[in-house]
């Protein structure tokens, strides 16, 4: 029982760390969809994974489970505020993406955990470390600091931890009762009317470039909902396997992925300024890691 348990952890560790790997590689997989535009790639991202996540149902014999969980009007409310939130968290990352603000997307999923833990302090009432304020203190010097240094509000960084850091919490509050596959279903579902009225907007005032520059592009924008749903699918597979100190040592694969991507391979400036902003934020993270971790080791004591 014990070495199938640890087979079990290293499983989960390898697929955690297989869809951080993906998600760092994404706003490089964005970048070679051009000329599609943000909202339009967004709006086929939101299709083609609805289409691949019914495909996932169809084969895996799962429709009753969705159909079971549509029956819920808590669940549902739930999936389309998380449907929402997801919408905004993609269209702003894809956005930074395809403007050139690949750094400042990275510092978004930085600053997450320590989105997280505040929104555990605003929403759930809970009371944190010391050392966890410290963190939150330092994290919004760094925020002032890029500010106030570089000359520019990192509005792409705070809406992506926002979102994401909200849609976690209501992702939380689903819990186990609604599955990967049937609540990516129901988001990009709640968010299909959006999509399709993006794609008429975009068709009408510029023309959509689905098809209109050859095969090999039509390909790699079909694959988008592949893109998007495979890394879901694998972060819940790992998140059930391994424990929450993992996967929170896990999340900054990606970060530091897209942050060597903007800087190393395309060119984004880095002054003294950002530097030092960034700095700033890798300091609050550590401290917020080692106080988990220590933390993680006194519960297992006790208990």
Partial sequence: M????????????AYALGAYALWGF??????LLAPTGPWELVAWRILLSLVFCALLLTVTRTWPRLVAIMRQPRLLGLTALAGALIYVNW????????????IETSLGYFINPIATVLLAVLVLRERLRPTQWVAIGIAAGAVLVIVLGYGSFPWIALVLAASF??????KKKVG????AVSGLTLETMW???????ILVIVGVTGGLTMGAYGWEHAVLLSLTGVVTAVPLLLFAAGARRVSLTTIGLLQFVAPVMQFLSGWLVLGEPMPLERWIGFGLVWLALIILTVDSVLYARRVRAVR
């Fill in 91 to 102: 269209q702003v990352f894809i956005y930074g993406a395809l403007t050139g603000h690949v």
């Fill in 26 to 31: 994404l706003p490089l997989y964005f970048l």
């Fill in 165 to 170: 850091g909200t849609y976690g919490l209501v």
């Fill in 176 to 179: 186990p009762s609604v599955d």
């Fill in 191 to 197: 968010l299909t009317p959006i999509a399709a009225v």
């Fill in 2 to 13: 014990a070495a199938a348990a640890a087979r079990e952890r290293t499983l989960g560790g």
